[in-house]
């Protein structure tokens, strides 16, 4: 099965760029999309298709992704942006929606 | 304005059957591309998608609980059904119903419901 592997934590100070990758076997070839978690809080949908945001959501975030690794940026963080994210794609081989194990972002 | 919850119990003994019902407003489970997946989420770990419809009755399982699960949609009643097996307390988790519109990205969530099985 395919599996998408996302480091555990990335911490950042305020202001500044954090970036969060998500690896895969030629994830290139897919469309990867990326969720925001607070706690105690339902996912939110931060950017799909790799690199679109939905309706209101802050050009601070963006996505890329190319090779084995697709990355969430999010730039001029503030600290509502402490959260876990998770990284997500559509499997064609095996007809599976796979999660990332999720990143916890921290402000410093 | 898009809305999805889930409803069902919130403790059930091992071997039992789960039930959860997603009640959803805002959209048609009879749209084209209009899909809802199930997802859960045990106590401090990660999301794990269990399964999926969409609008013209094509279904999808997580292959290493197909043998437990059931999805179903009831479009009159804007609901879409999901049934567990077996229950085990590995099972313990928040489950959520999502959202998906063409594609297999969840843009709406439930808030989720709390399951805890006992031993």
Redesign the interface.
């Known amino acids: ?1 395919y599996v998408l592997t996302q480091p555990p934590s990335v911490s950042v100070a305020p202001g500044q760029t954090a970036r969060i990758a998500c690896g895969g076997d030629n994830i290139g070839s897919k ?1 990867v ?1 990326w ?1 925001q978690q607070k706690p105690g809080q ?4 931060v950017v ?2 790799d690199s679109d945001r ?1 309706s209101g959501m802050p050009n601070r975030f963006s996505g890329s992704n190319s090779g084995n690794t697709a990355t969430l940026t999010i730039s001029g963080v503030e600290p509502g942006d402490e959260a876990d994210y ?1 990284c ?3 499997d064609r081989t ?9 990143t916890m972002l921290t402000v410093l | 304005q898009v809305t999805l919850k889930e409803s069902g119990p919130e403790l059930v003994k091992a071997t039992e059957t789960l039930t959860l019902t997603c009640s959803v407003s805002g959209f048609s489970l009879s749209k084209a591309r209009m899909g809802v ?1 199930w ?1 859960r989420q045990p106590p401090g770990k ?4 269990l399964a ?1 419809t969409w609008w013209n009755d094509e279904i ?1 399982f ?2 290493s609980l197909r043998s437990r699960l059931t999805i179903s949609k009831d479009t009159p009643k804007s609901q879409v059904v999901l049934t567990l097996t077996n229950m085990d307390p590995m099972d313990t988790a928040t489950y ?1 119903c ?1 959202r998906s519109v063409y ?5 709406s ?4 419901t709390l399951v805890t099985v006992s031993s």
């Not at chain 1, 339902?42 to 949908?45: G, I, Q, Y």
């Not at chain 2, 990660?46 to 998608?49: H, I, K, N, R, T």
């Open positions: 099965s469309s999309h969720y339902a996912p939110v949908l799909y298709d939905p998770y997500q794609v559509w095996s007809d599976h929606v796979v999660f990332g194990g999720g | 997946s997802i990660a999301l794990e998608w999926h999808f997580n292959a959520y999502a594609g297999f990205w969840f843009d969530w439930g808030q989720g």
